[in-house]
Protein backbone atom coordinates (compact mmCIF):
# COMPACT_ATOMS: atom_id res chain seq x y z
CA UNK A 1 0.00 0.00 0.00
CA UNK A 2 2.63 2.47 0.70
CA UNK A 3 4.85 1.78 -2.03
CA UNK A 4 1.27 2.45 -4.29
CA UNK A 5 1.10 5.94 -2.71
CA UNK A 6 4.75 6.86 -3.26
CA UNK A 7 4.26 6.32 -6.72
CA UNK A 8 1.29 7.99 -7.48
CA UNK A 9 2.07 11.12 -5.38
CA UNK A 10 5.48 11.72 -7.09
CA UNK A 11 5.75 11.52 -11.32
CA UNK A 12 9.64 10.83 -10.93
CA UNK A 13 11.80 8.03 -11.84
CA UNK A 14 13.52 7.79 -8.30
CA UNK A 15 10.18 6.34 -7.22
CA UNK A 16 9.18 4.27 -10.47
CA UNK A 17 12.45 2.82 -10.16
CA UNK A 18 12.22 2.05 -6.17
CA UNK A 19 9.32 0.06 -6.60
CA UNK A 20 10.75 -2.01 -9.33
CA UNK A 21 13.68 -2.43 -7.17
CA UNK A 22 10.73 -3.73 -4.08
CA UNK A 23 9.54 -6.03 -6.28
CA UNK A 24 12.90 -7.67 -7.41
CA UNK A 25 12.76 -6.35 -10.69
CA UNK A 26 16.40 -4.69 -11.65
CA UNK A 27 15.92 -2.33 -14.78
CA UNK A 28 18.63 -3.39 -17.60
CA UNK A 29 21.25 -0.74 -18.52
CA UNK A 30 20.92 1.78 -21.66
CA UNK A 31 24.47 0.02 -22.84
CA UNK A 32 26.76 -2.74 -22.51
CA UNK A 33 29.19 -2.11 -19.79
CA UNK A 34 32.72 -2.45 -19.94
CA UNK A 35 32.83 -6.68 -18.63
CA UNK A 36 30.47 -7.39 -21.55
CA UNK A 37 31.72 -8.76 -24.61
CA UNK A 38 35.37 -9.04 -25.96
CA UNK A 39 37.41 -5.89 -25.07
CA UNK A 40 40.20 -5.04 -26.63
CA UNK A 41 42.13 -1.86 -25.31
CA UNK A 42 44.01 1.13 -26.75
CA UNK A 43 47.55 -0.74 -25.84
CA UNK A 44 46.65 -3.58 -27.97
CA UNK A 45 45.65 -2.14 -30.61
CA UNK A 46 48.70 -0.04 -31.12
CA UNK A 47 50.74 -3.22 -31.01
CA UNK A 48 49.47 -3.75 -34.43
CA UNK A 49 50.77 -0.21 -35.62
CA UNK A 50 47.65 0.28 -37.54
CA UNK A 51 46.87 3.35 -38.69
CA UNK A 52 43.46 3.77 -39.74
CA UNK A 53 40.25 2.66 -37.84
CA UNK A 54 39.40 0.03 -40.55
CA UNK A 55 43.11 -1.49 -40.15
CA UNK A 56 42.78 -1.66 -36.10
CA UNK A 57 39.42 -3.51 -36.44
CA UNK A 58 40.80 -6.24 -39.38
CA UNK A 59 43.84 -6.84 -37.19
CA UNK A 60 42.21 -7.03 -33.56
CA UNK A 61 38.63 -7.91 -33.96
CA UNK A 62 38.20 -11.62 -34.45
CA UNK A 63 35.23 -13.64 -36.02
CA UNK A 64 34.16 -11.03 -38.44
CA UNK A 65 35.16 -10.41 -42.01
CA UNK A 66 36.11 -7.95 -43.69
CA UNK A 67 34.75 -6.80 -46.94
CA UNK A 68 36.41 -4.20 -49.08
CA UNK A 69 35.21 -2.92 -52.75
CA UNK A 70 36.77 -3.13 -56.18
CA UNK A 71 38.77 -0.14 -55.16
CA UNK A 72 39.87 -1.15 -52.03
CA UNK A 73 37.60 0.42 -49.59
CA UNK A 74 35.71 -0.86 -46.44
CA UNK A 75 32.66 -2.46 -48.03
CA UNK A 76 31.27 -4.77 -44.97
CA UNK A 77 31.46 -6.80 -42.02
CA UNK A 78 30.04 -9.66 -40.80
CA UNK A 79 30.79 -12.33 -38.96
CA UNK A 80 32.59 -15.61 -39.57
CA UNK A 81 31.51 -19.05 -39.01
CA UNK A 82 28.36 -20.10 -37.89
CA UNK A 83 25.59 -17.95 -36.31
CA UNK A 84 22.76 -18.98 -33.89
CA UNK A 85 20.37 -16.66 -35.77
CA UNK A 86 20.85 -16.61 -39.42
CA UNK A 87 20.32 -12.74 -41.26
CA UNK A 88 22.06 -11.03 -44.00
CA UNK A 89 22.64 -7.90 -41.97
CA UNK A 90 26.35 -6.54 -41.78
CA UNK A 91 27.46 -6.38 -37.71
CA UNK A 92 26.75 -2.78 -36.97
CA UNK A 93 29.59 -0.40 -35.82
CA UNK A 94 28.96 2.38 -33.53
CA UNK A 95 31.44 5.31 -33.05
CA UNK A 96 30.93 6.73 -29.30
CA UNK A 97 27.45 5.40 -29.87
CA UNK A 98 26.69 6.89 -33.42
CA UNK A 99 26.08 4.44 -35.53
CA UNK A 100 28.63 4.41 -38.69
CA UNK A 101 26.08 3.95 -42.22
CA UNK A 102 29.05 4.91 -44.49
CA UNK A 103 32.27 1.98 -43.79
CA UNK A 104 34.38 4.21 -45.51
CA UNK A 105 34.90 7.15 -42.85
CA UNK A 106 36.79 4.54 -41.03
CA UNK A 107 39.43 4.57 -43.56
CA UNK A 108 39.69 8.09 -42.73
CA UNK A 109 39.57 7.95 -39.28
CA UNK A 110 42.94 7.30 -36.94
CA UNK A 111 43.48 4.19 -34.97
CA UNK A 112 45.30 6.43 -32.79
CA UNK A 113 42.02 8.26 -31.54
CA UNK A 114 40.45 4.89 -30.31
CA UNK A 115 40.34 4.30 -26.46
CA UNK A 116 38.85 0.84 -27.17
CA UNK A 117 36.74 -1.68 -28.83
CA UNK A 118 34.23 -3.59 -27.90
CA UNK A 119 32.95 -6.46 -29.76
CA UNK A 120 29.45 -8.04 -28.39
CA UNK A 121 27.81 -11.74 -29.39
CA UNK A 122 24.59 -12.05 -31.08
CA UNK A 123 22.90 -12.52 -27.79
CA UNK A 124 24.66 -9.80 -26.31
CA UNK A 125 24.19 -7.57 -29.07
CA UNK A 126 20.20 -8.00 -29.31
CA UNK A 127 19.47 -7.08 -25.90
CA UNK A 128 20.47 -3.81 -26.72
CA UNK A 129 20.44 -2.97 -30.27
CA UNK A 130 17.79 -4.78 -31.34
CA UNK A 131 17.18 -7.81 -33.82
CA UNK A 132 19.10 -6.25 -36.77
CA UNK A 133 22.33 -7.25 -34.67
CA UNK A 134 21.85 -10.84 -34.54
CA UNK A 135 25.29 -11.68 -35.70
CA UNK A 136 26.89 -9.13 -33.17
CA UNK A 137 27.84 -5.29 -32.72
CA UNK A 138 31.18 -3.53 -33.06
CA UNK A 139 31.37 -0.70 -30.35
CA UNK A 140 34.66 1.91 -30.65
CA UNK A 141 35.28 4.67 -27.70
CA UNK A 142 37.71 7.09 -29.16
CA UNK A 143 39.58 8.96 -26.70
CA UNK A 144 38.06 12.22 -27.51
CA UNK A 145 34.05 11.06 -27.53
CA UNK A 146 34.26 8.62 -24.31
Do not use: K
Not at 23 to 47: F, K, L, M, N, Q
Not at 73 to 102: C, K, W
Not at 115 to 142: C, F, H, K, P
Request: hydrophobic share 40%.
Amino acid sequence: MTTRTALAGTATGAAALLVLTACGIRPRPASPGDGAGTVITAEEIAATEATTMWEALQRTVRYADFGESSGGDPARVHRRGFSSISLTEDMPIYIDRVQVRDLTILDALPAADIEQIQVLSGVEATTYYGTNAGDGVILIRTRRGG
